[in-house]
T-cell receptor, first 114, second 113 residues
Framework: GAVVSQHPSRVICKSGTSVKIECRSLDFQATTMFWYRQFPKQSLMLMATSNEGSKATYEQGVEKDKFLINHASLTLSTLTVTSAHPEDSSFYIC??????????FGQGTRLTVV | LAKTTQPVSMDSYEGQEVNITCSHNNIATNDYITWYQQFPSQGPRFIIQGYKTKVTNEVASLFIPADRKSSTLSLPRVSLSDTAVYYCLVGDRVNTGFQKLVFGTGTRLLVSP
């Protein structure tokens, strides 16, 4: 299947700093990318959906000024967690798809804010 | 978006066949049914997708009745490495824009020796 690469796989940052997570579709052009967060023993929670070149659509309750999403090209989307706090510690997962295909997921990023 | 309902957990033993059923009563005409597998600290992995009747690949089979209000993922002869969470998603595969992929609670499968 298609490959979606997420980087970094793990990151530890200090409270108040910002962290950027990259999501790349390596062998296909993704018309749509999704960002999820997942807490231990829970399901994936959709944060936002974005099309290339347009603003992301955020789910209710997700602060768009805190979780900045940039979908600059058909192969790259970034999620920036601004002014991170310990409660932002979570597992962040991106997903990418094209028309007429299933979604492919990255390997996830474990964010720990200390 | 069609909501899905799955059992929270299931237990099985190595070598057995496991069937996980998903209910999606308000599935739309254009919706496909897709199953994903997730191991701890990894992103979900695509298993199988179908629209109606039966679909089979090297990993699993997907059974969809005529009314499409439910579907069953069948894993033949499970092994310990099949211990994971399995998610059923329902959504439009063919679309001109984009569609949200919303995960339900999933089914936590535990395979024992």
């Amino acid at each position: 299947g298609a490959v979606v690469s997420q980087h970094p796989s793990r990151v530890i940052c200090k409270s108040g700093t910002s962290v950027k997570i990259e999501c790349r579709s390596l062998d296909f052009q993704a018309t749509t990318m999704f960002w999820y967060r997942q807490f231990p023993k829970q399901s994936l929670m959709l944060m936002a959906t974005s099309n290339e070149g347009s603003k992301a659509t955020y789910e209710q309750g997700v602060e768009k000024d805190k979780f900045l999403i940039n979908h600059a090209s058909l192969t790259l989307s970034t999620l920036t967690v601004t002014s991170a706090h310990p409660e932002d510690s979570s597992f962040y997962i991106c997903s990418a798809r094209t028309l007429n295909t299933e979604a492919f997921f990255g390997q996830g990023t474990r964010l720990t804010v200390v | 978006l069609a909501k899905t309902t799955q059992p929270v957990s299931m237990d099985s033993y190595e070598g057995q066949e496991v069937n996980i059923t998903c209910s999606h009563n308000n599935i739309a005409t254009n919706d496909y049914i897709t199953w994903y597998q997730q191991f701890p600290s990894q992103g979900p992995r695509f298993i199988i997708q179908g629209y109606k009747t039966k679909v089979t690949n090297e990993v699993a089979s997907l059974f969809i009745p005529a009314d499409r209000k439910s579907s069953t993922l069948s894993l033949p002869r499970v092994s310990l490495s099949d211990t994971a969470v399995y998610y059923c998603l329902v959504g439009d595969r063919v679309n001109t824009g984009f569609q949200k992929l919303v995960f339900g609670t999933g089914t936590r499968l535990l395979v024992s020796p």
